[in-house]
């Protein structure tokens, strides 16, 4: 049986002020969560939140990073730094990365060896646009995404990726996939992952759904067989409704 998990992926919001007051209103709101809850702020919130999370059920992720140690990359962040701090996991991938910041497969493929390589844990984001959908492309674009993120990766270090499924088409829109196709694409994900591996790994791998995620859609999302999980963007930035979505 795997165990869900619900990743909350502030962006580029919340002061470190606002990341305090966040996490001092959702602690005791989710003491009993019976789900790996995650929270991702941005880099200068990472200390804070960590701090303030120790001791809870709740873990702290980084939006993204570099695969060098170090280097003349200004503006990045490695991922050694990262887990000096003391986090969990990593987003990589996401389809903002890949849209505004030149993120490509291989760079994704780089980032989840570097990550693994430091024990830090990759929600790996996968998804397709609208007019890859449309032109019923989404099932080549997900599963060749998913293939390539993987390249070089034993059978033991692909059963401990997070991989999320994020239409794009869904993300900051409103928009959400129904039920059933967001499921079918997990699905779909599930069978590549069996493909490169076995059907061992492939069952214990977690699937999340990403794409307007909120408090009414979240029960009819985690009911499917394929969907373990949700990565939340606007939904995660208000305690309340994070909450919900974590009490499922």
Same mark, same amino acid.
């Given at each position: ?13 919340? /002061?470190?002020?606002?990341?305090? =007051? ?11 969560? #019976? ?10 919130? *990472?200390? +804070?939140?960590? =701090?303030? /999370?120790?001791?809870?059920?709740? !873990? ?11 280097? &003349?990359? /200004?503006? #990045?962040? &490695? ?26 497969? #291989? ?26 959908? =449309? ?17 070089? *990766? ?17 993300? @900051?829109? @409103?928009?959400? &996939? ?31 759904? @990403? @794409?307007?995620? +909120? ?22 930035? +208000?305690?309340?409704?994070? !909450? ?5």
């Amino acid at each position: 049986m795997r165990r869900p998990i619900i990743a909350g992926n502030w962006k580029m919001n919340n /002061t470190i002020g606002d990341a305090k =007051e966040l996490v001092e209103n959702l602690k005791p709101l989710v003491v009993d969560s #019976e789900v790996d809850i995650v929270v991702c702020p941005t880099y200068l919130s *990472l200390a +804070k939140v960590i =701090e303030l /999370t120790n001791n809870t059920s709740i !873990a702290v992720g980084a939006q993204n990073m570099h695969f060098e140690e170090s280097g &003349a990359y /200004t503006g #990045e962040v &490695a991922g050694e730094m990262l887990k000096e701090l003391g986090l969990n996991y990593v987003i990589i991938g996401h389809s903002e990365r890949r849209q505004y910041f030149n993120e490509t497969d #291989e760079t994704v493929n780089k980032k989840v060896i570097k990550a693994l390589k430091l024990d830090l844990k990759p929600i790996v984001c996968v998804g397709e646009t609208l007019e890859e959908r =449309e032109q019923n492309k989404a099932k080549e674009i997900v599963t060749t995404q998913v293939k390539k993120a993987l390249v070089g *990766l034993s059978k033991e270090e692909i059963s401990s990726i997070v991989i999320a499924y994020e239409p794009i088409w869904a993300i @900051g829109t @409103g928009k959400t &996939a129904s039920s059933e196709d967001a499921n079918e694409v997990c699905g779909w994900i599930r069978e590549e992952v069996r493909e490169l591996t076995d059907v061992n790994i492939s069952e214990k791998v977690r699937i999340q759904y @990403g @794409g307007s995620v +909120k408090p009414n859609n979240i029960k009819e999302l985690m009911a499917q067989p394929h969907i373990d999980g949700a990565l939340v963007g606007g939904a995660s930035l +208000k305690a309340d409704q994070f !909450a919900a979505l974590v009490n499922y």
